[in-house]
């Protein structure tokens, strides 16, 4: 059999990746006429699909321009790079360059579908283009490639070999995921301390150099602990790395006892290691993964309004959030932008009551409190962000899982000079039908800036709402 498959494509895969053409490396790719038309079905609008409908049209039309209807039935070379329209070339970085062939549907198709499958759904064509390049093709493995699991079904029903499209999946397993610490074996120190320099930072904090094996797993922004109290639960966050030598400084502390940020203590290490984050004003960039319950909110707000009420570091605060209802939609609202968006921005509003609980304080001071905070605390759609430069601002993005990699670049390359941005998510509630965990933009970030020296990562294990919203993750 041939090395070289053939790939049928679906619809929703060049809708999903319009570069999806330029990801199949050596091998032919097929696609039906019902294809073009649903393409053409999509083109209309402003969103992400139509967007992604135009974009897969101008490639065609890219790759058959000066080509008569005799080399359009032989395939059309696909190139190593692509040409996006006045982008210049933009070289495809996963996989192998492609180097295969792509193929049109010239002619009715003169096979049918079993008797089982009833009806002439354009998914059904889809089908029968696949059966057709089974025959003509008999060496040669014919995949179709969908993200529509009934049509995946419904293809190993009447034999055709079927896939997923995996090319835009950070990880094949979300336990992979980076997690922003790691904990340290218990003979660090005999391991690695024998040739170890130690110094006090400019801000008080102990440094130390430390060389050995273990740092080549280690990258800049990473916190390091040893949970045993016998010696002092270290904790440390990794300042830079030199080959296999790595700086090391002692984190703050702000449990309960120790430092409070706007009154809010970490009740656990990791959030301990969130605040560290969040404060550091090296740091520009920083996710925030973790359950419900589990303080993303509270720890980024209070963290925001330290530096921006107390310190001035900020000018204000921006939040912002995908939305995407968890029901049925209830229509338009009424109002400004920010009036639109206030019943989205609930968690807000409970996290910014915790943070303004004050028992020494009356009423009115509390009344003042708030309208002093409304003034610095601003909520935006996500809508109206393309073109706009953020400067001095603390930009918090809730929901952040909801988002694709192509709309999370998008939102991360707003940020100006002296502005942090915070993306928090949640990636067991996923809302948006096309997106899986291994998908979201979040995971996607989270990947890529791992180990940049201005950006941090942190998962959030433990739930600290209640012992009835512990017992309910526990049991149900």
């Not at 809708?15 to 999509?42: A, Q």
């Not at 030598?245 to 290691?273: P, T």
């Not at 039908?433 to 201005?454: A, C, I, K």
């Amino acid at each position: 059999m041939s090395k070289r498959k053939i790939f049928v494509l679906d619809t929703n895969v060049l809708l999903h990746d319009p570069t999806s053409l330029f990801r199949f490396e050596e091998h032919d790719l097929y696609v039906p006429m019902v294809v073009l038309e649903e393409l053409d079905n999509s083109k209309k609008g402003t969103s992400e699909v139509a967007r992604n409908a135009r974009q897969v049209s101008r490639f065609f039309d890219e790759l058959m321009h000066g080509r008569d209807h005799v080399q359009i039935e032989k395939g059309l070379p696909l190139p190593a790079t692509r040409t996006a329209s006045g982008n210049g070339h933009t070289r495809v970085h996963n996989g192998k360059p492609a180097s295969g062939r792509l193929f049109f549907q010239t002619r009715p198709s003169d096979t049918s579908l079993p008797g089982l499958i009833p009806g002439n759904k354009p998914d059904n064509s889809i089908l029968v283009n696949a059966l057709e390049q089974q025959t003509r093709h008999p060496t040669r493995k014919v995949t179709l490639v969908s993200k529509d699991i009934n049509l995946r079904i419904k293809a190993a029903v009447i034999g055709v070999h079927t896939e997923d499209y995996h090319n835009d999946q950070v990880l094949d397993d979300l336990d992979l995921l980076y997690t922003g610490y790691k904990e340290l074996p218990a003979n660090f120190w005999a391991t690695h301390g024998e040739k170890m320099e130690s110094w006090q930072d400019s801000r008080g904090r102990a440094a130390y150099r430390i060389k050995g094996p273990l740092v080549k797993g280690w990258h800049v922004n990473q916190f390091l602990y040893i949970p045993d109290e016998d010696q002092g639960g270290l904790e440390l966050v990794v300042s830079s790395i030199d080959g296999n030598a790595a700086e090391l400084r002692v984190i703050r502390d702000y449990r309960q006892g120790k430092s409070s940020v706007w009154g809010i203590h970490a009740k656990n290490r990791e959030q301990n290691f969130a605040l560290n984050l969040l404060l550091d004003p090296e740091i520009d960039f920083v996710t925030v993964l973790g359950t419900a319950g589990t303080g993303k909110t509270l720890l980024t707000l209070a963290a925001g309004l330290a530096q921006t009420m107390d310190e001035q570091r900020y000018r204000e605060i921006i939040m912002t959030r995908v939305t995407v209802p968890v029901g049925e939609d209830i229509g338009f609202l009424p109002g400004t932008e920010e009036e639109k968006m206030t019943p989205w921005m609930g968690a807000l509003m409970d996290n910014l009551e915790v943070l303004t609980q004050n028992s020494n304080a009356g009423d009115w001071e509390r009344a003042a409190t708030n309208d002093l905070l409304a003034k610095r605390i601003k909520i935006r759609s996500l809508n109206f962000m393309r073109g706009r430069t953020f400067l001095n601002r603390f930009i918090i993005i809730d929901e952040a899982q909801n988002l694709t990699a192509k709309q999370m670049k998008t939102l991360i390359t707003r940020v100006g000079p002296g502005s942090k941005m915070i993306c928090l998510g949640n990636l067991g509630q996923i809302d948006t039908p096309y997106l899986t965990e291994t998908t979201s933009g979040l995971t996607y970030v989270v990947d890529r800036f791992q180990g940049w020296p201005h950006g941090g990562h942190v998962t959030l294990a433990r739930g600290e709402r209640s012992r009835l919203a512990a017992y309910a993750s526990d049991i149900l």
